[in-house]
T-cell receptor, first 115, second 109 residues
Framework: DVKVTQSSRYLVKRTGEKVFLECVQD?????MFWYRQDPGLGLRLIYF???????EKGDIPEGYSVSREKKERFSLILESASTNQTSMYLC??????????????FGDGTRLSIL | KNEVEQSPQNLTAQEGEFITINCSYS?????LHWLQQHPGGGIVSLFM???GKKKHGRLIATINIQEKHSSLHITASHPRDSAVYIC???????????FGTGTRLQVFP
């Protein structure tokens, strides 16, 4: 079974802090994704990566950056955390680069609170 | 208007009831996914379909491409089916997933 592991289930940070959310997958998947989930809005794509050192902006990239130095690890960075970034963050991975109908495998999520 | 609409938003049922959750979308798609999210937050993929019907245990998913509509059915519902069910479509052009806002299901014994 594919395992997508997010480093923290719950995280509390202060405004202005630099925040790192880590995600690791163990199935050698090419694609990795970061989403945020807010009530009434569904999941929204922040960034995705289809290869090491490759990244593309999703629908809501403002205030975020990402890093993919190794194939199995995809990090989401909040450069200067703000209260409107309080949310549930979900990482996912999938195989094959593009035009793939393979399912995405999700981590358990990180509930981030910015005070 | 959201590109993916689910109904109902909330659903309660008694154990044993037949459940239907609906998903309508307004964009061209290459596939539709049904996902399940339990209270802890983790999301599991239930089905991926591009035509017809799929069945897995007590779960059945159907899609009508012409009508841009999909349904998820749960037969003989059980309290352990209580979760949020999310419909997501893969846009045929951008290849990105577009998510519905989810249907919260509670099944009582």
């Amino acid at each position: 079974d594919v395992k997508v592991t997010q480093s923290s289930r719950y995280l509390v940070k202060r405004t202005g802090e630099k925040v790192f959310l880590e995600c690791v997958q163990d199935m050698d998947h090419e694609n990795m994704f970061w989403y945020r989930q807010d009530p009434g809005l569904g999941l929204r794509l922040i960034y995705f990566s289809y290869d090491v050192k490759m990244k593309e902006k999703g629908d809501i990239p403002e205030g975020y950056s990402v890093s993919r130095e190794k194939k199995e690890r995809f990090s989401l960075i909040l450069e200067s955390a703000s209260t409107n970034q309080t949310s549930m963050y979900l990482c996912a991975s999938s195989t094959v680069r593009q035009y793939s109908n393979q399912p995405q495998h999700f981590g358990d999520g990180t509930r981030l609170s910015i005070l | 208007k959201n590109e993916v609409e689910q109904s109902p938003q909330n659903l309660t049922a008694q154990e044993g009831e037949f459940i239907t959750i609906n998903c309508s979308y307004s964009v061209g798609i290459s596939a539709l996914h049904w996902l399940q999210q339990h209270p802890g937050g983790g999301i599991v993929s239930l089905f991926m379909l591009s035509s017809g019907k799929k069945k897995h245990g007590r779960l059945i998913a159907t899609i009508n491409i012409q009508e841009k509509h999909s349904s998820l059915h749960i037969t003989a519902s059980h309290p352990r089916d209580s979760a949020v069910y999310i419909c997501a479509v893969r846009h045929y052009n951008t290849d990105k997933l577009i998510f519905g806002t989810g249907t919260r299901l509670q099944v009582f014994p």
